[in-house]
């Protein structure tokens, strides 16, 4: 597969298909000689959740009716667990996601045990967050108790997929109907996991919760940190957990990270020129001064023009830093007016930069972008 393939191929092509097919085969000699070429039949056309969905449609006719006579079928093709030793960065092979799929469309309405059961295999080699979320809201309770035995789990993979699984806002993700509470007391659980691979995922769950109920998130923080063995795992998860809220400003995350919203400093920023051409580099200056000792943690936000009039705005992180009376701390950065960003697009007019200081803007300036 070439370099810079779409995702779609990359993940889903011929030799993965045929991967697939063999190992089915391996273990049922009349699974269906066709199911390569049906599949593939379809991929021009087909972007990439669309060729995991079509791959688990093929399935049901390749397997046998019988769900559990099924899953005993798929458990047996699958390749041993993905490798217990590691502690992250190992994710699977996608070509097992369909595999879920044909799990919740088959399984869920009157094999809800062993769907899980299926579930639980398939997750140790390629994660099931997005399949184990039909269960969540058919089987609440049932998935939940389930939860309280797999954030015990030896498999790294089966206690993520608790956090994973569960998580309010995931992307790619179906909703899920279930109070965003309850998956907390699994969370308490999950904390001090010694993967990071689950500790990632726990304080991306957090990060969603944030976005609704920054309170409790703030407050179960402060007590994990108390309560914690790990020390520095639960100081890494709490500041990955309050990304969105360092970004938005608020004053008790930056607080619980040890920084001061209040410190008592003076900030100036100032712009080598008032008119920046799209495609030409902003490039800024800093200094901040303080009569008391204070560790600072610098973001930079971008005001946008928009033709609406409505202005965009955009957070950047600079750095973090010290500044003392005998020191002052100086900076310069050049940030890039890209004209063929991807995430958002450049329009001629007026733009303003903000400093933010341990979430409390200090100075800014505004400059003229013109056209490239």
Request: aromatic share 8%; proline share 7%.
């Given at each position: ?83 217990p ?93 279930t ?14 996991d ?72 003076t ?14 580099a ?34 950047f ?35 303003r ?20």
């Open positions: 597969m070439a370099k810079g393939a779409p995702l779609k191929d990359l993940f889903f092509n011929a030799t993965k298909v045929g991967d697939l097919a063999a190992r089915f085969r391996a273990v049922d000699p009349g699974f269906d000689p066709e199911f390569e070429a049906r599949v593939l039949g379809r991929f021009p056309e087909l972007e990439l959740k669309q060729r995991m969905a079509w791959i688990a449609e093929c399935l049901a006719p390749a397997l046998p009716s019988d769900f559990a006579h099924a899953a005993e079928i798929i458990e047996a093709a699958l390749p041993p667990p993905l490798d030793t590691r502690r992250d960065g190992d994710f699977g092979d996608f070509i097992y996601a369909p595999l879920g799929e044909y799990a919740v469309a088959h399984g869920l309405e009157h094999h809800r045990d062993r769907t899980l059961d299926l579930l639980e295999a398939l997750t140790q080699r390629f994660s099931m967050e997005y399949a184990i979320r039909h269960v969540i809201n058919r089987w609440p309770d049932d998935s939940y108790a389930r939860f309280e035995v797999w954030a015990h789990h030896p498999s790294y993979h089966v206690r993520r997929l608790v956090s994973e699984g569960t998580r309010p806002r995931l992307p790619w993700g179906i909703g899920i109907t109070p965003i509470a309850r998956a907390l007391p699994l969370l308490d659980r999950l904390r001090e010694d993967a990071r691979f689950v500790t990632r995922s726990v304080a991306n769950h957090m990060n969603d919760i944030s976005k609704v109920d920054a309170d409790a998130v703030l407050q179960r923080l402060d007590r994990w940190q108390a309560e914690a063995r790990r020390k520095e795992e639960v100081a890494w998860l709490t500041r990955h957990a309050l990304r969105g809220l360092i970004k938005a400003g608020h004053p008790q995350a930056f607080a619980l990270l040890g920084y001061d919203p209040e410190a008592t400093l900030a100036e920023l100032t712009l080598a020129s008032p008119i920046i051409r799209i495609g030409e902003l490039d800024m200056a800093i200094t901040l001064t303080a009569p008391e000792t204070c560790v600072v943690l610098i973001d930079y936000i971008l005001e946008f023009h928009r033709p609406s009039g409505r202005p965009g705005r955009k957070v992180k600079l750095r973090q830093g010290r500044v003392a009376p005998d020191a002052p701390l100086t900076l310069s950065k050049q940030h890039m007016m890209r004209g063929d960003a991807t995430t958002f697009r450049l329009h001629p007019g007026p733009h930069l903000y400093l933010q200081i341990n979430g409390k803007i200090r100075d800014s300036a505004g400059f003229e972008l013109t056209a490239a």
